[in-house]
């Protein structure tokens, strides 16, 4: 198990172009899924709303050596952490989606991934796709939720790692939000195009 | 779509938003101008964004972890760790879920516990884990649970251990004062069976660190076993905001938690200070204060309370909450709980020895005001030789089962003699949560979700 140090390496060697720090990555993060989807088994129970935020927390945390990233470019490696989370929980939802259907087994070790339903697999899918289309209208939006969903950052984070302000981000938010919302729903199979 | 095209609906919408809903179809009406399209379009976005509801309020992890956890609540079960087939939940606690397996080569049942609570990042802390799980299972210790085997499983670390059944001390003790104490007798043999224990991993240079009720575990036959030795070092100390912080959501989501754990620290774990064998001598005084009066002897509405209460407290006396304590006793207890290390026990034999005098027939130490007590202590010699008879029938029929050592020591004599009234079940470690509990949680996280799998529970963030 590499510490968080070796983590935040991996990172970086990613984020220069080295796929293979993709392969040792990805099983961190399915571990930490999986530990918080244990932390949800164990702790959920109504009324109780901060055990989510902390456990969020606290695994962005594990995964990451802020203090060794913050020297470099802060702004530059929170993109860096929504990207890659965004390539491996995609990933994730596609192998599973594929495990149900029966073909592509063996490609990807997935265990961890084998609680997930293909509906909500789908929807990760579909959000994906979405998000490259809001890409090529709207660059900054779709880094926005790459960021903020993905990533996981807050309103300030992302703001920082956009270089503008906070209440930028909010505003900016809405429309995106809304619009990724409506492609979503023009995929449902009621719906149609 | 072109960049002027969008900008012109980026900024309908946001001048729109700014609006009360009710007045956002004429603003568009006269902003739009008669371009119809473009109406449609930015009127299709507000409404969008009025469905959107909390659609990507939770982060993503999150929202697949909830999935994970909403349709994976036993992912374990059915799978091989190591040569051990996952074959049910037994119980959840703190530190990790505790399955009932099958050892696949020896074909016998098994409790494995995988420690999910924490991942094994440490290497050096796991490899002392190690070490120490090697020395607990070298003593082979009829009141230590016995361990078969530990590994790791995809980073988690596990132990294997023998199934016992039985339930947790933590279940015989009462809920609330006014319960009242365990029956003297019956409180001696279990104080007795754990100092034993203690006793034996101390020599080996063991420490508990964790010891509680929780931890302490009453077999069908009276038996007493001590869990969970060693894993108290395998948590995260590094991590001390994290530590804090995750302190402070238990307590705001589960008061109970904490406090079960802080009530038993002794000072110096409270001050963060080295701790060693005497810590588990404190605890090992907690519980038998609350054994023996069926009161904690530090409390506070909160674990600083609790914790200011171990550093600068004396709890009041035993005897004020059960008549029939002997001053003896009272000095045993008393002794544990010394707030100075070296003020307390130096040596858990000699503790083994005090709590072993008390039960003898010469002393006095269990009080004479009862009649039944008298007539106990008469008939003792004679019942002696049954009860080791039944000793040592009781263990050889549980190693068959469970390869426990041959010999139930004297002191399970007490033990053995009360049985337990509660209906014993089927459970090994930290069985806090059952089944459908579990099962209620994963739909409540389910549900939760909604809809959509991007909407967060509208409590989210």
Redesign the interface.
Known sequence: ?P??HEVTQLLLAWSDGDQAALEQLT?LVY????????????????????????????????LIDWKQVHWRNRAHFFGVAAQL??RI?VD??RARQQDKRGGGAGQVSL??A????V??SA??IA?DEALGRLAA??PRRSLM?EL?????LSEEETAEALKVSPRTVR?EW??A??????E??REEPEGGK | MKPERWKQIEQLYDAALERNADRRASFLDQACEGDEELRREVASLLASDEQAGSFLAAPATEVMARSVAAEGASSLIGRLIGAYQVQSLLGAGGMGEVYLARDIRLGRKVAIKVLTAFIAQDVDRLRRFEREARAISALNHPNILTVYDIGAYEGLPYIVAELLEGQELRAQLPPTAEAGALPLRMALGYAQQVAHGLAAAHEKGVVHRDLKPENLFVLADGRVKILDFGLAKLKPHGEAGLDSQAAAQNQLTDPGAVMGTVGYMAPEQVRGHETDHRADIFAFGVILYEMFSGRRPFVGESPIEVMNAILKEEPPELGEANVKISPQLEKIVRRCLEKRPERRFQSTSDLCFALEALSMPSGSALTTTTNALEATKRGRRRELGAWIAAGVFAARRNSRRTGVGLLTSRMNRAAMKSTCSRSPRTASWEPTRNASQRVAAANHASGATGGNCFTSPPTGR
């Open positions: 198990m510490s968080s099983p571990r930490e899924l999986r530990r918080l989807a244990r932390g949800y088994m164990r702790q959920e129970r109504p009324g109780h709303i901060l055990q989510t935020t902390a456990l969020i927390n606290e695994a962005y945390l594990r989370m965004r929980l994730f939802a265990d961890e084998a609680a997930v339903s509906e909500r929807e990760f959000l209208i709207d939720v903020r969903f993905f990533g996981g505003r809405s429309l939000r809304a619009w990724l919302h409506r979503l729903k």
